[in-house]
């Protein structure tokens, strides 16, 4: 592989694709069932020995951007896929995903009057969480689809054995996403970014690509700028906790409704326990029905203990039904009275709300009612995504417009 300043730029294939011999549900801690197949240890070799997808300059950069968000300066947009697919990860693919992010991420701008630092959830999110390890596809059960780092969405067994040759395809595919993210960043002189985030699922591809740094820092994950770990990953404990903890990366953590203020509070002793501005992001996701009763207690503690975090509103992920057909949709007032009322929570307790966490798709899909998409019959004319119903980028503006 090839590139300059550390970055592969023209990524080389890592990976010619065969059937996985053999495969399972998913592990402890929502690991891949992969732990005996044969190729396992050459991939980890391969990951290891590769190109940093990021450098020390770079985070920072995020590092400072988000503590000036922090200090009630600045507004988050994070946004982008719910499941990033291998088949829109070249070049003309992933620039219209990142100029997408960028163009909304100027209408928050505009809207709000405050500069905005904008973050793809792009560039690594190949690997999705899952409550159950397998799932009902046209009448059959079988190992749920858990990402394209991990397996593929076709309705075979075959095609759902988790494969670690995977997480080679997966890293051929971030390197062309950075490359789109670095070409943007030319035209916006003096405005941070745009930069990559994804869930640190997989530890066996995340901790692959941890590296030292000069000196007697902490070492670098340069998998992606902004690790977050999941509502499902966060426990005491989690390895996945312990992993971000180890890093000089900003890092978040996403806060769902079961989290008390005793969890909070240890997740920010273990991820900021310098209370560094900049360091943590906590990512709000609730539901429009919990929201309000939840969230004060777990702010006021964070406040009273001293944590400078930027806290986001990610309305998506608890306001997921499903339509009368069957399909998982979300509804365009929920996901707006949600970040309502985060916002409220936060100015009555004196806290910046610093912004928004999005799955919005880079097309005009037809996956969550509201806006464009006025009814349920409609959600089957364009409904792509690979997991979870995303936002359209008019229906993702709609939002941003009551946010601003």
């Known amino acids: 592989m090839s590139g300059t300043a550390g970055h592969p730029a023209a990524p080389a294939a890592l990976l010619t694709t065969t059937p996985a011999p053999h495969g399972g549900a998913e592990g402890p801690g929502q690991e891949p069932h992969w732990s005996h197949h044969p190729a396992l240890p050459g991939v980890i070799a391969r990951l290891a020995a590769a190109p940093p997808l990021v450098d020390a300059t770079e985070t920072r950069r995020l590092r400072a951007a988000l503590a000036s968000v922090a200090r009630g ?16 990860c070249d070049p003309d693919r992933a620039a219209h995903r990142v100029a997408v992010l960028v163009a909304l991420g100027d209408h928050l701008q505009r809207g709000s009057g405050r500069e905005v630092v904008r973050i793809g959830r792009m560039a690594g999110q190949f690997a999705k969480p899952r409550s159950r390890p397998t799932e009902r596809v046209g009448g059959r059960e079988l190992p749920a ?15 759902r054995r988790p494969d670690p040759r995977r997480m080679l395809r997966a890293y051929d595919a971030s390197a062309h996403v950075f490359h789109a993210l670095r070409e943007q960043r030319q035209p916006h002189t003096g405005v941070d970014g745009p930069w990559a985030s994804h869930e640190a699922l997989i530890r066996d591809y995340e901790a692959a690509l941890v590296r030292s740094t000069p000196g007697t820092g902490p070492p670098l994950l340069t998998s992606t700028h902004l690790p977050w770990v999941g509502e499902r990953t966060r426990g005491p404990g989690s390895p996945h906790v312990a992993l971000l903890a180890s890093v000089a990366n900003p890092v978040a953590c996403k806060i769902g409704p079961t989290a008390t203020p005793d969890d909070v509070l240890l997740l920010c ?37 001293g944590h400078p975090v930027v806290w986001l509103c ?15 949709t979300r509804y365009l007032p929920d996901l707006i009275a949600e970040a309502a009322a985060f916002r409220t929570v936060l100015d009555r307790q004196g806290q910046h709300a610093g912004g ?32 979870d119903p995303r936002l359209n980028p008019e229906q993702a503006r709609r939002l941003l417009n009551t946010w601003a």
């Open 73 to 88: 300066e600045r507004l988050v947009l994070q946004a982008g896929d719910c499941a990033e697919s291998l088949a829109e």
């Open 145 to 159: 689809f858990r990402g394209h780092m991990v397996n593929s969405e076709e309705a075979t067994p075959t095609a």
């Open 269 to 305: 002793r273990v991820l900021d326990p310098d209370r560094t501005p900049g360091r943590l992001t906590l990512i709000v996701r609730m539901g429009r029905a919990r929201i309000a009763r939840t969230l004060p207690p777990l702010v006021a503690a964070v406040r009273r203990a």
């Open 314 to 328: 990610d309305p998506m992920h608890g306001n997921t039904v499903r339509a009368a057909g069957g399909r998982k």
């Open 356 to 387: 928004v966490h999005l799955e919005v798709a880079a097309d005009e899909v037809t996956e969550c009612v509201g806006g464009p998409v006025h009814r349920e019959d409609q959600l089957g004319e364009r409904y792509t995504t690979l997991c």
